[in-house]
């Protein structure tokens, strides 16, 4: 998970630069679109980089169908939105993933390499918390495959 200042350094994964040799792909995700990113390194196999901006590690509000089945999305409470200063913030609206565990996304199928970047002061998720259950998932499944 790339944090603050170090996210300089990192402005190389969003250019193209060859990495991902042909056939293959990679992804760039932000918010909603950065759990469709993991969703697509997961189940398309063509798929070889995703990058994660500001997003969740489950699949959130719609169901995602797939060949063999459903991963069904999780959920929000609108109701805990707050609005201060005109300004909406939502970071407490989604559900927490581990207590919905058929919406985790199960990126440690996937035969990709991952970069998670988070914005600590985004308001619209709990990025960095989404992030760290994601690496998380990843090194209990002995990968190393993310940055």
């Given at each position: 998970m790339v944090r603050g200042?170090?996210?300089?350094?990192?402005?190389?994964l969003l250019i193209p630069v060859g990495s991902v040799l042909k056939p293959h792909v990679g992804t760039i995700g932000v918010s909603k679109g950065a759990d469709i990113t993991l969703s697509m390194a997961t189940y398309i196999p063509e798929v070889k980089a995703a990058v994660?901006?500001?997003?969740?590690?489950a699949n959130v509000q719609s169901h995602l169908i797939l060949r063999d089945g459903i991963l069904p999305?999780?959920?929000?409470?609108?109701?805990?939105t707050k609005i201060e200063n005109d300004v909406i913030d939502c970071i407490e609206v989604l559900e927490n993933p581990a207590d919905y565990p058929e919406t985790i996304i199960p990126i440690e199928k996937a035969d990709a390499h991952?970069?998670?970047l988070v914005g600590c002061d985004d308001r619209n998720w709990k990025s960095e918390f989404h992030a760290d259950l994601a690496t998380s998932r990843l090194r209990g499944a002995g990968k190393n495959n993310f940055e």
């Open positions: 200042k170090r996210l300089k350094g990192f402005g190389h994660w901006i500001n997003g969740c590690n999305g999780l959920e929000f409470d609108v109701a805990r991952f970069c998670f």
